[in-house]
């Protein structure tokens, strides 16, 4: 015993076992019910830009980490992956491959790297690459496949509005709800996913489900997804309320575009999200806002994606300001 | 709802995994060592200064060290024998300090304990007389503290205690000696809760026990019923329950201002070992010469529950499981959260020793500390509402004013964001590393 050396160190002795790898791979663990349901509608475009984004994101990673930092590759962390799987599911499964690699690079590259890597990045990577295509190539990013119709072709796809686009012109052309309502699917098929749109947004209840497993595993907290849902909820109940004939009903702005996906899987980015349940509920309400702003009255049919870059700014600026309620922090008593 | 809701307290909070493994062992009375060594500072405050000379006889229960000023302890010796010498030892933290060493020969105990083993009830002592057996018996807080019980139970006279809160909750994973305790002297707990009610001027008695120990709380609550002014309750199972600030907020709902005591409350917290410790020594005049050790470990031939007496070697309790297994890497004295490393076996019981944990080696070493991902989960697990992350990096940076205003010091120490961090960073060190600058600076 007496030349056996001990550790010392100070405490805790034991660790929670929970790394990021396992974090991140159960984020994209919670994703692949929404990953079958939208093979299932949008068939090989969907497999194959998956598959595109996912490795070309991790390719650019470690060539990045590898060329540019100096640093020992890791691949053990996913992160990179999920950013791949979370940018596929902002496109159309349409999209020729060279873009989806531009995409890839965008995000990776400009996105994550150019901050210093894991944990640096001011804005969410993957809406990074998709905002800069949706800019570069307003075309190509809105010509949305039709699902099931289109799921065995893939650059050749029949595409259609989606229910988003369709609002959008019933707004410009002041046709009202009532009417254009006709032209796109009922609640019950937007919730199983049967609609026009990016590939992972348009299965609302795949999404739902994962999004509540990973609150109940407790890898993200609640704030953020309820605050931007409920948010939501109101904000647009309110235009519904004053304006029937004009605007939609709150439930048709949830199950569209991608409040789901934004809220549950985008929003909820570690790095870029607030540090504070305050401060998340702030920001979830914020997303919430700016999302039914430029829903109703911006250019865009579709804000979530602008809604969470822009609150991203804000983060540092919650995190500094925002502090959470200390124990006993008032000194009297009675 | 159909389940009643457990108690808890409400920010933060983790759930360490840990077998209690040692749970329905008893406790088995160890056997005096050979030699013993009583470190003259186990409590908070002035160290004891020594009342025996070298090579004087001393008996089991003898009065060995008085305490230095009001905030101090008595210390007793454990053994019958004599004194070998007195001079430095390693305490826990590493630093020397001076201790009695006594070789015992026999088991002779002083005349005036009561070693019969029936319960005692009755006690028609006042306050005064109460704190003074208490004071004479050298009882400290067993919870880990270890600050003076006399100084706790007066009570100032610009304040008052009406709740006594008996704290079983032991949430620290792996350790079961204030859970075999409870099972096994029940009885002799609550009556020194009504000792501890009189002494303090209470008139009732929460005791809280997280829910992972059914079998203690049906037998206290069984036990309970005797007593009106006494409650059991059961507590939600979160770390780091056992604190007195998140205790008191589980039970009563009141937070206790910062720096302040339970007392600004208006309640009195205890160990449930202390309370057994103040019925020996109100009721059987015994000092508090022995305590409730858990030793345990994941390849520990014999884990269990020693009656151990204070200053016995380490060793002694290692060999009494059965040795150390061959890849023992860390050897903690305290639970896998707040104990703390020995760097070797060269120590003593003390006071405040609930526990020796045997960690193999390949559980010893730290993971490797990556880059922060901002999860934000060190702050969702923080019961004092503090934000790790930031106070780690503003200590990284000297930044050592914007830590006193990130209120710094009301970390507990729990360790608790560390043991969450998915990166493996640091946290709690270097919160430490803060809290002794900014104490240098303003001492």
């Known amino acids: 015993m007496d030349n056996q050396l001990l550790t010392v160190s100070p405490s805790p002795h034991i660790h929670s076992k929970y790394s990021v790898n396992t974090a991140m791979s159960r984020v994209i663990m919670s994703l692949i019910p929404a990953l079958i349901v939208t093979i299932y509608f949008f068939g090989i475009g969907a497999m194959i830009i998956t598959t595109i984004a996912m490795g070309s994101c991790m390719v650019f990673e470690i060539l990045i980490k590898k060329y540019i930092f100096h640093e020992p590759v890791l691949v053990s962390d996913s992160s990179s992956l999920l950013t791949g799987l979370l940018l596929a599911f902002n496109l159309p499964s349409n999209l020729p491959i060279w873009i989806v690699i531009l995409g890839s690079f965008i995000a990776i590259g400009v996105g994550k790297m150019t901050f210093g890597g894991l944990g640096k990045n001011p804005f969410n990577p993957a809406l990074v690459g998709r905002v800069f295509l949706l800019i570069c190539f307003p075309v190509e990013m809105t010509s949305w496949p039709l699902p099931l119709i289109s799921r065995f072709s893939y650059l050749d796809a029949a595409t259609g509005a989606t229910p988003l686009t369709i609002m959008k012109d019933g707004f410009r052309n002041t046709i009202p709800v009532t009417e254009w309502m006709d032209n796109i699917p009922s609640h019950l098929q937007m919730v199983i996913g049967n609609m026009g749109g990016s590939m992972g947004e348009v299965a609302g209840l795949a999404l739902l489900l994962g999004g509540i497993w990973l609150i109940i595993t407790r890898i993200i907290s609640w704030h953020i997804p309820v605050s931007i849902i409920l948010t939501v909820l109101i904000f647009t109940g309110l235009f519904w309320f004053i304006d029937p004939v004009k605007y939609p009903d709150p439930l048709f702005h949830i199950l569209t575009g991608g409040v789901l996906l934004g809220s549950f899987f985008m929003a909820t980015d570690y790095v870029t999200s607030p540090m504070t349940s305050k401060g998340m509920c702030l920001y979830g309400i914020g997303i919430g806002i700016i999302t039914v702003v430029i829903r109703n009255f911006g250019v865009y049919p579709e804000g979530v994606s602008f809604a969470i870059l822009i609150m991203n700014g804000f983060v540092p600026l919650l995190n500094k300001y925002i502090k959470p309620k200390r124990y006993g922090e008032k000194l009297s008593y009675e | ?443």
């Open chain 2, 1 to 443: 709802m159909f389940f009643r809701k457990l108690k808890t307290f409400s920010k933060g909070g983790v759930h360490p995994l840990g077998k209690k493994v040692t749970q329905n062992k008893s406790i088995q009375t160890l056997p005096p060592p050979e030699k013993i060594s009583l470190i003259l500072k186990q409590h908070l405050g002035a160290p004891a200064i020594p009342v025996v000379e070298i090579n004087e006889r001393v008996k089991v229960g003898q009065l060995v060290a008085r305490n230095n000023g009001y905030v101090s302890a008595n210390i007793h010796s454990s053994v019958s024998g004599r004194v070998d010498k007195i001079e430095d030892v390693l305490d826990i933290s590493g630093y020397k300090t001076k201790a009695i060493t006594i070789s015992a020969e026999g088991d002779d105990w002083d005349e005036s304990i009561d070693r019969s083993p029936d319960v005692k009830h009755d006690f028609n002592l006042n306050s005064i007389e109460i704190l003074k057996k208490i004071q004479d018996a050298g009882i400290v807080g067993l919870g880990g503290a270890t600050f003076p019980s006399h100084v706790k139970l007066a009570i100032p006279f610009s304040k008052f205690a009406n709740i006594l809160i008996l704290n079983g909750v032991e949430c620290e994973p792996c350790l079961t000696s204030d859970h075999r305790l409870m099972i096994e002297k029940g009885e002799e707990i609550l009556v020194g809760a009504k000792i501890l009610m009189r002494a303090v001027h209470a008139h009732k008695t929460l005791i809280g026990i997280e829910n992972n120990k059914p079998d203690a709380i049906k037998h206290l609550e069984t036990l309970a019923k005797k007593y009106e002014n006494i409650k059991v309750y059961a507590l939600k199972a979160k770390y780091p329950q056992g604190s007195e600030k998140q205790l008191v907020k589980a039970l009563i709902d009141k937070e206790i201002p910062n720096k302040g005591l339970p007392i600004d409350v208006h309640t009195i917290v205890d160990n449930v070992g202390t309370a057994f410790a103040v019925y020996e020594a109100v009721q059987k005049n015994k000092p508090l010469i022995e305590r409730v050790v858990t030793v345990t470990g994941k390849y520990v031939k014999h884990p269990c529950n020693f009656l151990a007496r204070i200053g016995t070697p380490i060793e002694h309790l290692v060999q009494a499981v059965g040795g150390l297994p061959e890849n023992t890497g860390k050897i903690v004295m305290g639970g896998p959260m707040m104990g703390k490393s020995l760097s070797s076996l060269n120590y003593y019981v003390t006071k405040a020793t609930n526990g020796l944990l045997v960690i193999p080696a390949e559980d010893s070493k730290r993971e490797k500390v990556r880059e922060c991902i901002r999860c934000a989960k060190c702050v969702s697990v923080c019961p004092v509402g503090l934000e790790p992350y930031k106070l780690m990096t503003l200590v990284e940076r000297s930044q050592y004013d914007d830590i006193v205003e990130e209120k710094i010091d009301y970390c507990l120490e729990c360790g608790s964001c560390s043991f969450v961090c998915p990166s493996y960073r640091p946290l709690l060190d270097y919160i430490r590393l803060g809290k002794s600058v900014i104490k240098k600076k303003t001492a």
